[in-house]
Structures are given as structure tokens and as C-alpha cells.
């Protein structure tokens, strides 16, 4: 991770203030008495209730039907930050299974730009500054992890800066909405992980509060647990973390439970697959992988190259591995190399280990030509300190170990 890149962390991981919600309900209330009643949107339970069905879709990746929802809302409060956040958030979620994908960028920002321009007026109409500075803060940092994303160092940095000191006039007030611990935590977990990882970058960090990745963890946890608008985004965060963490098991009892009550969502299935295979749920990772690759054959919306190199290559593991299926393993290794080359990750774990594996193959099969130049190609694109690169070396010495004592046998 650049430099710079971790400085847009700690100016602004708080990202992304939403939702995951009850199913619909038929509106038995007077939308009128809960706007004069509720001076936040983000605490009137009536627009809790129209957003819902919304939300929920939008998680689910059912972008077209929660578009047409979000419109309503606009329409509703057209001069009211929350409809364009939301709208923006959808656009987010587009570019979630593959942060590569750029199609989606332009809208998003633009969104938030609109949601950053009325949270403005507000902030400056109203007595109580925390409703504008929450969407103040969450548009800020979307725009930060896209320029991020993008390596536009300074406009990543600036929007960074702003999401932080939005941030703070939001800070501690979780007593008046749960919504408002989600930057609590993501700033508690980060500030404490970003120099633990990155050492050299302690100078740059000093004039920064001091974090506790125990306290981050358990505030996103409670949000997770307990907020309306911010509970999905801090489960995706945990999975995240509990992958940095090594918490397996809690990171599986996550992944799996987003995923039942997203089913369609690609992100949330790609980490069930992945604790599954973790754990050695052999049977329920290959369902999954499955259904994956399913999913993409029939197009289904945010399920792509990314994705699709997951499941293949734990499908070609179990077959290589545990049914010895060498031409199923074929299959699946090859279609690991072919998603990851319409990823261009040429370098991930999945595509050098898939390339190994085929080397494999070949020897058994007494293809050494072919052996060789799977090793020769994962040695060529790997980093040169990673695992396979390190077992493709040690199979092309091998190889030709193998190689030299036949020749000998045969001039013999």
C-alpha cells in the first residue's frame, strides 16, 4: 500500500453510513407527525421504514428497483443530503467486487459532490451540527477510497482531511444515534493497525490520537450489532478486520450470515467461500464456489473475474487435492488463469498457485516441456519472496534434476 494511500486511511476510514434493515412494512403511520417530531433523518423511524425495502436491495446488488426508491426519498426531502448519499452508496457498491472497475467512479462522485453541497447548507442552518457533519464525513470519505483506489494521492489526502475533521464534530456523541460510534471505531481500529503494519510510517502519524484496535473492534462490533444506517458497512469492515485479526471462526460466522441475508450480494458470498475453505468446510466450500460460478455463467449483476478466480481455484484445490481429479484440476486451475487474466492480477495468490499446480500435473503426466514453462511463468510474474514463487523454483530444479537422470538413463 503506498505511502500516501495510508495517509488517506487515517484521514478518513469512516466510509460509508449504512444499512441493514427489517423487511418492509405497510406505512400504518403519518409521515407528517414524524418530521416535525424527529429533527434527523437519520433518527425519524418513518424514513427508517420507507428506506428499508430499499436499503435492503441495494445490498442485495437489486440496483434498478432501490434506484427507483431512493428517487421517492429525494423527492420527498429534495434538499436534504440523505437521498444522494444513499444514491451514491449504490454506486459504491457496484465497484465493491472489483475496486478495479472504473465505469462506476464519475456518478459516485458526483453524488457525493450533491450530498456534500446540501449537507453544507445545512450545517450552516442548523443549531445542531451532527446530522450535516455525518454526511459531511461519510461523503468526504467515499471520495477519498475512490481517489485512493485510483492513486490520486492529493485529492485522496484532501478529501481525507475533510472526512477526519468532519469526523470529529461527530466524535463521542454515539449517545444520540448508535450511527455515529461507526467512525469511533473504524479511526480506533486503524490508528493503532496502520503503524503496527507500516512502521516507517510512525513520523507521519504522531500528531494523530493515539487508537485501541481491541476498542475499534468492539464499537464496530456493537454497531454491527445495534445501529440501523451504519450496521452493514461495519460488518463489512469486521470481516475485513478479522482477517488481519486471524479470527477465523468469527470471521466465517460473519461471512456466512451476510451472505444468507444478502444472497445475491458478490462480496459477502466471495468471503463466505473464503472462511469456509479457511476452515476446511470442504463440502460447503465447494457449494459455494459453485453457486458462484453459476452465478456468473447466468450474469448475474457484481459477479465477475474477480469472483470467479476464487471459486475456480478452490474447486481445482479439492480436485487436485482430495477427489485426485487431475482433469477436473485442470479445468479449474485453467479457469483460475483465465479469470485472473481478465483481472489482470497476475501476481495474486490464486493465478501463481494454479500455475503451480498445473506444473504438477504436467509431470505426472510426463509433460515436462509443459511442466516447465508453468513453473518458468509463475517464477517470471510472482513476487520474488512469495510461497509459490518459492515452490516453483525449488519444481524447475527439481524438473531438471529429473530431466538430466533420464537423459543419462537413456544414453545408458
Not at 6 to 12: E, N, S
Not at 127 to 138: C, D, G, M, W, Y
Not at 269 to 288: C, H, P, Q, T, W
Request: net charge positive; proline share 3%.
Amino acid at each position: 500500500m503506498k505511502k500516501n494511500s495510508l495517509k488517506y486511511w487515517i484521514f478518513g476510514f469512516t466510509c460509508i453510513f449504512i444499512v441493514v434493515m427489517k423487511p418492509a412494512q405497510a406505512q400504518l403511520y403519518a409521515s407528517a407527525d414524524f418530521d416535525s417530531k424527529y429533527e434527523m433523518l437519520l433518527s425519524n423511524p418513518g424514513v427508517q421504514i420507507e428506506a428499508t425495502e430499499a436499503i435492503n436491495k441495494l445490498y442485495n446488488f437489486k440496483f434498478a428497483e432501490a434506484d427507483a426508491e431512493f428517487r421517492w426519498l429525494r423527492y420527498r426531502y429534495p434538499n436534504h443530503p440523505m437521498p444522494y448519499f444513499l444514491m451514491g452508496l449504490a454506486e459504491w457498491w457496484k465497484i465493491v467486487p472489483n475496486t478495479d472497475d472504473t465505469r462506476y467512479d464519475d456518478r459516485c462522485i458526483a453524488l457525493m459532490d450533491t450530498c456534500i453541497t446540501l449537507a453544507e447548507k445545512l450545517y450552516d442552518i442548523r443549531e445542531n451540527k451532527i446530522e450535516p457533519s455525518f454526511f459531511l464525513a461519510a461523503a468526504y470519505a467515499f471520495k477519498g477510497r475512490i481517489h485512493s483506489e485510483r492513486k490520486h494521492w492529493s485529492r485522496a489526502t484532501f478529501a481525507g482531511k475533510n472526512a477526519l475533521k468532519y469526523l470529529e464534530r461527530c466524535k463521542g456523541q454515539s449517545e444520540i444515534s448508535p450511527e455515529l460510534l461507526f467512525g469511533d471505531g473504524l479511526f480506533n481500529y486503524f490508528a493503532e493497525w496502520i503503524p503496527d503494519n507500516y512502521p516507517l510510517l510512525k513520523p507521519v502519524l504522531w500528531l494523530f490520537p493515539k487508537g485501541n484496535k481491541q476498542t475499534g473492534i468492539q464499537q464496530l462490533e456493537k454497531v454491527g450489532n445495534n445501529a440501523f444506517y451504519t450496521r452493514t458497512e461495519a460488518r463489512y469492515f469486521l470481516l475485513q478486520i478479522y482477517g488481519y485479526e486471524n479470527q477465523y471462526a468469527k470471521s466465517y460466522d460473519l461471512a456466512k450470515y451476510s451472505w444468507e441475508t444478502y444472497p445475491d450480494n458478490p462480496y459477502f458470498e466471495r468471503y463466505y467461500l473464503r472462511s469456509a475453505f479457511v476452515r476446511g468446510n470442504s463440502d460447503e466450500a465447494e457449494k459455494i464456489a459453485n453457486s458462484i460460478l453459476g452465478k456468473i455463467d447466468a450474469g448475474k449483476t457484481g459477479y465477475e473475474a474477480v469472483s470467479g478466480r476464487n471459486a475456480a481455484y478452490v474447486l481445482a484445490y479439492y480436485a487436485n487435492n482430495y477427489h485426485r481429479d487431475l482433469s477436473k484440476a485442470k479445468l479449474y486451475y485453467q479457469k483460475t488463469l483465465d479469470y485472473s487474466t481478465q483481472a489482470k492480477a497476475f501476481t495474486s495468490g490464486y493465478y501463481l498457485a494454479s500455475l503451480v499446480g498445473l506444473g504438477r500435473i504436467a509431470e505426472k503426466e510426463k509433460n515436462y516441456d509443459a511442466a516447465r514453462e508453468y513453473y518458468k511463468t509463475a517464477v517470471d510474474r510472482g513476487e520474488k519472496k512469495s510461497t509459490q514463487v518459492k515452490e516453483a523454483k525449488d519444481a524447475l530444479s527439481n524438473l531438471n534434476k529429473v530431466r538430466r537422470e533420464e537423459r543419462r538413463k537413456q544414453r545408458n
